[in-house]
């Protein structure tokens, strides 16, 4: 009995059907609003860019969950009885198919370097798909057409990579267990050489790198909790206070929450919580040491940190600017000279042409008699 089988036939249901047409695959969703009796666990034929697929229903969404607002294909059925043996009895053809092709590819030439890892028919058999894997792109027009005067499925020659090849063959991983692409993976997501450094793990090439040739999938399972862990721990070579007394980083453990310090050529390891920041503990006890502005540079513990000295310019202050005989300021103007020599200057201007006065008849008559 399968976990479907044990469901609760009442079990709710939505608008939206995650369906899978592999054991192990991604989910694509439908549109199920028409069928209000479909429930997960059941298989139904729905329409895809590859023709008609069988696949089974794997959860139900409500159109709110979704979130994406989008539109979907509609469910073209349910599967019935006769679909599931069609599709097993063109399930037990697949081998047969891909030793044919094999046999072909041969005879052709030019597939030297390539190589073809499955058959896979549709459930009612309109179209064969053969799966393959090579380093370079290659040209299978030839092969494909001898392919199809042999068949009277429409015939798809499709080539995949390397980790698509190690999960349909299979197989044990380095850890002593199934593959993971093999037995829950459903998409591969990119995996760096960033992921393993963060982890602490060796760089050798036979210690990174999984049965498909490319970086093991599981460096990526528990990056996340190294990175948050080790925002929070010292890094190496960073002089740290410890119970034991002053020393130096020379490991991180992040997930031990831990650090191994030397302290006069003996190695501890110190949690987190033991660990006193040297630097930062100097550069506040400099900063409470120092005076502030409202105390000048007596101590204090306000708190408010020394302002730093004002560069000296080329004005005088209020002190040092010169003064008058009599006590007043000396005002400048924009020239540079005395406001007062501008003044006196003013007056002297002004003076001729405020105190010329019209010259009176009378007087002027007698001037040029005396002249």
Same mark, same amino acid.
């Given at each position: 009995m399968t976990i479907y089988e044990e469901m609760?036939?009442?079990?709710?249901?939505?608008?939206?059907?995650?369906?899978? /047409?592999?054991?192990?695959?991604?989910?694509?969703? /439908?549109?199920?609003?028409?069928? %209000?009796?479909?429930?997960?666990?059941?298989?139904?034929?729905?329409?895809?860019?590859?023709?008609?697929?069988?696949?089974?229903?794997?959860?139900?969404?409500?159109?709110?969950?979704?979130?994406?607002?989008?539109?979907?294909? %509609?469910?073209?059925?349910?599967?019935?009885?006769?679909?599931?043996?069609?599709?097993?009895?063109?399930?037990s053809r697949e081998v047969e198919a891909l030793i044919s092709c094999r046999e072909k590819a041969a005879a052709t030439g030019g597939f030297e370097n390539v190589k073809f890892v499955e058959a896979q028919y549709n459930f009612d058999g309109t179209l064969l798909a053969i799966l393959f894997s090579a380093e370079e792109k290659v040209n299978t027009s030839r092969l494909r057409s001898r392919l199809q005067r042999s068949y009277k499925a429409k015939v798809e020659l499709r080539q995949i990579g390397p980790r698509d090849v190690a999960k349909v063959l299979g197989g044990m991983g380095a850890c002593g267990i199934t593959r993971c692409c093999s037995t829950f993976l459903t998409d591969f997501s990119p995996i760096s050489i960033k992921m393993a450094k963060a982890q602490g793990v060796s760089l050798n090439p036979s210690e990174i790198t999984g049965m498909c040739g490319r970086l093991r999938c599981c460096l990526l399972y528990e990056y996340e909790q190294y990175v948050e862990a080790r925002k929070h721990l010292p890094k190496r070579n960073k002089r740290i206070g410890t119970p034991h007394g002053e020393g130096r980083v020379i490991d991180v453990l992040p997930l031990s929450d831990a650090v191994v310090v030397i302290v006069d050529d003996t190695r501890h390891t110190v949690m987190r919580e033991d660990i006193i920041p040297l630097e930062e503990w100097e550069a506040l006890k400099a900063k409470a040491e120092s005076g502030c502005s409202k105390h000048g540079g007596e101590a204090c513990d306000c708190g408010a940190r020394q302002p730093e000295a004002e560069t000296s310019t080329d004005e005088p202050s209020a002190e040092e600017k010169p003064r008058q005989p009599d006590g007043k300021k000396v005002i400048k103007g924009k020239s540079g000279k005395s406001g007062r020599s501008r003044q006196r200057r003013g007056r002297r201007r002004g003076g001729k042409r405020r105190g010329s006065k019209k010259p009176n008849p009378s007087q002027g008559g007698q001037k040029d008699s005396d002249g």
């Open positions: 609760d036939a009442s079990t709710p249901t939505g608008s939206i059907a995650g369906v899978r /047409f592999y054991e192990i695959g991604k989910l694509y969703h /439908f549109s199920c609003e028409h069928l %209000p009796e479909l429930r997960v666990g059941d298989y139904v034929i729905v329409e895809t860019t590859r023709g008609r697929q069988l696949g089974q229903v794997m959860n139900m969404l409500d159109p709110d969950e979704d979130g994406e607002g989008r539109e979907y294909k %509609p469910i073209l059925r349910l599967a019935t009885p006769t679909d599931m043996m069609s599709q097993k009895l063109w399930k």
